[in-house]
């Protein structure tokens, strides 16, 4: 992690980025809390991006980790703009650009939604393997994580599939974000940490310096190894060494 001219932080990539996370104060304290008090965390990570950061964050933590669906609704004729997100329940968060576009109620906005819909089921089916479907989070405190906020669309996604679950409280932690949308997503759970935050904020490629888009199998990879959690010991990541260095 470096700092550069206009005060904030860029990563390495999103392994540096999960480990100045897991090294914050509110997060670092859990690894040594006794363990039926631990037990009452969870990492939950919004893929792709966001289970780098939280494989990391959960194995320095030795936390158990699991994923939340959500997908960000573009703009049909225009992709590179957000309109909101959808979870995987078809739970939908409209962002400003829906309602100064006026488009929330027009057909294809709406074919969008099913197909986004569709790809969160996809990729549950397939991200999650032979994993037990997550049920209920009563009696957690979510640490949930994603590599950026850009609009917030997702995480807002993220945060009510969390309270669907019945999560008693969420922490959002993400590496960097825009400052409106932190205010904003403060405002509906009980902590946000965000390592950096850029005045002009464009995307959350630029706090980073590699920042590859992910593949399902990458994923797939990453959480095959919380298939079979024993003892509340969380095995080891091969990603973790490549981040060595950073620590």
Not at 55 to 81: G, W, Y
Request: a positive charge.
């Amino acid at each position: 992690m470096i700092s550069i001219d206009g005060g904030y932080l860029v990563f390495h990539d999103r392994f540096d980025a999960g480990w100045q996370l897991a090294a914050h104060p509110d997060l670092r304290k859990i690894k040594s809390l006794p363990a039926k008090e631990k037990n009452s965390y969870i990492v939950i990570s919004i893929p792709r991006g966001g289970t780098v950061v939280g494989d990391v964050i959960a194995q320095q933590l030795n936390l158990t980790h699991d994923l939340v669906f959500s997908k960000k609704m573009p703009l049909p004729e225009r992709p590179e703009i957000t309109i909101g997100a959808v979870s995987e329940f078809g739970d939908v968060t409209w962002n400003n650009n829906a309602r100064r576009l006026n488009v929330i109620n027009k057909p294809q906005i709406l074919h969008s939604k099913v197909q986004q819909i569709h790809e969160s089921k996809r990729r549950k089916q397939k991200y999650r393997g032979q994993r037990k479907p997550l049920e209920s989070l009563s009696g957690k405190t979510v640490i949930l994580v994603d590599d950026g906020l850009a609009t917030g669309a997702t995480m807002k996604s993220a945060v009510m599939t969390c309270q669907r679950f019945s999560a008693e409280s969420i922490i959002v932690a993400v590496p960097c974000g825009a400052a409106d949308c932190i205010k904003d997503i403060r405002g509906i759970v009980d902590k946000v940490i965000c390592l950096s935050v850029p005045y002009n904020f464009d995307s959350i490629g630029q706090c980073y310096i590699f920042f590859p888009e992910m593949i399902d199998q990458e994923v797939i990879a990453i959480m095959a190894k919380y298939q079979d959690v024993k003892n509340g010991k969380i095995p080891n990541s091969p990603y973790l060494a490549i981040q060595s260095s950073f620590s």
